[in-house]
Each structure stands twice: as C-alpha cells, then as structure tokens.
C-alpha cells in the first residue's frame, strides 16, 4: 500500500533553521500537507501544497517538493521554543477521496 | 471557524466495559474519520465514514465499531475495552483537508 516515511526526531538550536523531510510512494498524489501537535492537542493544519507546485512560502515556513524524487520537507526559519511540537507530513490523492495518509510524525526539539 | 470537538479530553475505563467516544462537526462536511495515536506508530485509521450511516473500515478496525446517525455526528465504540486500546484517539472531518478534534486520551484498566 502507499507509505509516508519520515524521520522521528529533530534537534535545532534557537534561532537555526529546521528542516523536516519526507517521503512518499504515491505518485498520484495531489496535495501534500504538514500538520503540527503540540503537547496534549490535536493535530493543526500548518500549510499543504498542490502537487503541481514545487515551493510554497508562508512567513517562517518553506515548503519544498520534488515530485520526481517523492520528496517533501518544510523548513522552518529562525526556530523559536514554540517550535517544539511532532510535525507530520501527510497525503492524499484524487483517487483516494479523502483518505489521508500521515507519516509517523517527527519531534521537533529546541536546544536553547 | 472550523470546529471538530470530542466529548471528553481524558477517560479512564475498566477492561470489559462499553466505551463512546463522541465526534462533533459543525463545517458540514460528509467525511470523517477516527484515529489512534501511539507512540512510535503515527496515526493509525480505524474506521472512516463519507455519508449518513455509512463507514468505512480503516487499518486496524478490530475491537472497534462506528455509528453515523447524523452528518454533524461521528460515535466510535468499543464493545468491550482491552488494555491494548489505550490510546490516545483522534476524530477528524475533511474536505480536501482533514479537520482534527483536541483528542481524548483514554485509559484501560
């Protein structure tokens, strides 16, 4: 079946950039999406990308794609302690409703 | 604004009993969904619904059944609660994107 990898764990310094990746199989794939929890809540929709755009730009966050590779990641400039939080990349595709499937999600953690 | 809202944020149940776990959405949407999240393991499907009375099983949907009566309405129920359900549960209801509820962290004992 189609899979999200994504890597668990991130560790940033204040003020440095974070950089989470992922991957994806599906090569239909129409929007691809980043998601944030925070501890003890719910998941909050970040930002997404239609899959025939390869960067979208939103104050501090990137999102690059790289449909050819399957590749998603969201960069975050001038990581702030609010930062902290498990960020998952999901997707879907036209053929799938909306069925979403997320990756296992990566903690962001903040050094000060 | 959107809103998804779940009926309680935290439960603790005993093994053997009868457990609800109510979803509410006021968007309007046709699509909703029910996860679990453990540790380690990301958001597993359990079961998904795109109309009134009708649902969908999801990845792991054993141990777990849904009801549907009303569009804004989303119920999952476990017939008889396990410790291996413990868990902490997600509802969501979608458009194009998905919609998530604060989550209700329940217990098993």
């Known amino acids: 079946g189609e899979d999200v990898e994504q890597s668990l764990f991130l560790s940033v310094r204040e003020g440095d950039s974070s950089v989470i990746n992922c991957t994806y199989t599906?090569?239909?794939?129409?929007?691809l999406y980043w998601y944030k929890q925070e501890p003890g809540a719910g998941l909050q929709l970040l930002t997404y990308i239609f899959s025939n755009m390869d960067m979208k730009q939103d104050q501090r966050l990137t999102v690059l794609l790289n449909k050819k590779d399957k590749h998603l990641s969201l960069r975050i400039a001038d990581t702030q302690t609010g930062d902290s939080a498990i960020y998952f990349c999901?997707?879907?595709?036209?053929?799938?409703?909306?069925?979403?499937?997320f990756g296992k999600g990566t903690r962001l953690h903040i050094l000060p | 604004d959107v809103k998804v809202t779940q009926s309680s944020r935290y439960l603790v149940k005993r093994t053997g009993e009868k457990v609800f776990l109510e979803c509410v959405q006021d968007?309007?949407?046709?699509?909703m969904f029910w996860y679990r999240q453990d540790p380690g393991l990301g958001l597993r499907l359990i079961y998904f619904s795109y109309d009134v009375k009708m649902k969908e099983k999801g990845d792991i949907p054993e141990g777990y059944s849904v009801s549907r009566e009303k569009k804004e309405r989303f119920s999952l129920i476990l017939e008889s609660a396990s410790t291996n359900q413990t868990s902490m549960y997600l509802c969501?209801?979608?458009?194009?994107?998905?919609?998530f509820g604060p989550g209700t962290r329940l217990t098993v004992t």
């Open positions: 969501a209801s979608s458009s194009h994107q998905q919609y």
């Open positions: 968007m309007d949407h046709e699509n």
């Open positions: 599906d090569s239909s794939s129409t929007y």
């Open positions: 999901a997707e879907t595709s036209t053929n799938r409703d909306d069925k979403i499937i």
